[in-house]
Nanobody
Framework: QLQLVESGGGLVQPGGSLRLSCAAS????????IGWFRQVPGKGREGVSR????????NYADSVKGRFTISRDNDKNTVYLQMNNLKPEDTAVYFC??????????????????WGQGTQVTVSS
């Protein structure tokens, strides 16, 4: 069974850091682009970041550039999202997703096929 599992979410103060992990089981992440998305109640999923299957290309939403870093460890079948200088507006459920991207819509949720269940990130003092 193909599965993605996110972990690492939690409560952090503004300016703090968290590292999210996305672990795959039942398939190999090497063959997929991996994206991180986030969602708040009442809104659609927002693309946050994406890393190419080889890890050489990354993309970020303007709202997180310079603060978030995506990386992957194919040996561990895991993708990470390092989040620094967190802001209250970063509060959301964060999802990772895997897809076989061929176009340029790197941060579009419709391009991704497999999804995790999400992990809550809350930034508050």
């Amino acid at each position: 069974q193909l599965q993605l599992v996110e972990s690492g979410g939690g409560l952090v103060q503004p300016g703090g850091s968290l590292r999210l992990s996305c672990a795959a089981s039942g398939f190999t992440l090497n063959y997929y682009d991996i994206g991180w998305f986030r969602q708040v109640p009442g809104k659609g999923r927002e693309g946050v970041s994406r890393i190419s299957r080889g890890g050489g290309i990354t993309n970020y939403a303007d709202s997180v550039k310079g603060r978030f870093t995506i990386s992957r460890d194919n040996d561990k079948n895991t993708v990470y999202l390092q989040m620094n200088n967190l802001k209250p507006e970063d509060t959301a459920v964060y999802f990772c997703a895997a897809g076989d991207l061929h176009g340029l819509r790197f941060l579009s949720s419709s391009e991704y096929e497999y999804w995790g269940q999400g992990t809550q990130v809350t930034v508050s003092s």
